[in-house]
């Protein structure tokens, strides 16, 4: 434990958050995306294992360390639902008050095809998978800026 870092956050998590930098993209995961084959292709190679914790609370602990690019119009991307993309479920309402609460103002939340996702997240910085029970709970979160 360490003091102002939440509990939530390992010690492999805080590396990962605290090496990325502007413009690099987190996902973070429900527990049937295929998290471990993704995260191969990442840049770091690493699936973050978070246990008992779904993607809502994951976000809400993350964000407290971790901006969001305020250079980019979607800072946020979320897996488009197969078969009914425009569809929003409760874990996309969910994520949407987390980011906008974090940051202060709305972010914008762009949907990516299912397989375009896949591809997007294998480019990322790294991915944390999460128990996240609820499906479509597929996250990339891009790295912002902490200006002084
Ligand atoms: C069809 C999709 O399959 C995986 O990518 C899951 O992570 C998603 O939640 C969704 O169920």
Sequence with gaps: MLKLIPPLISPELLLTLAEMGHGDDLVIADRNFPAESVAASTVTGRCIRLSNVDTTEAAREILKLYPLDSFVEAPVRRMGVVDDFSAVLEVHTAMQEVIDEAEGRPIRMET?????????????????????????????????????
């Design 112 to 148: 990516v095809e299912r397989f375009a996702f896949y591809e997007a997240a294998a480019k990322a910085y790294a991915v944390v998978r999460t128990t996240e029970a609820r499906p479509y709970g597929c996250f990339i979160l891009k790295k912002g800026v902490i200006f002084d």
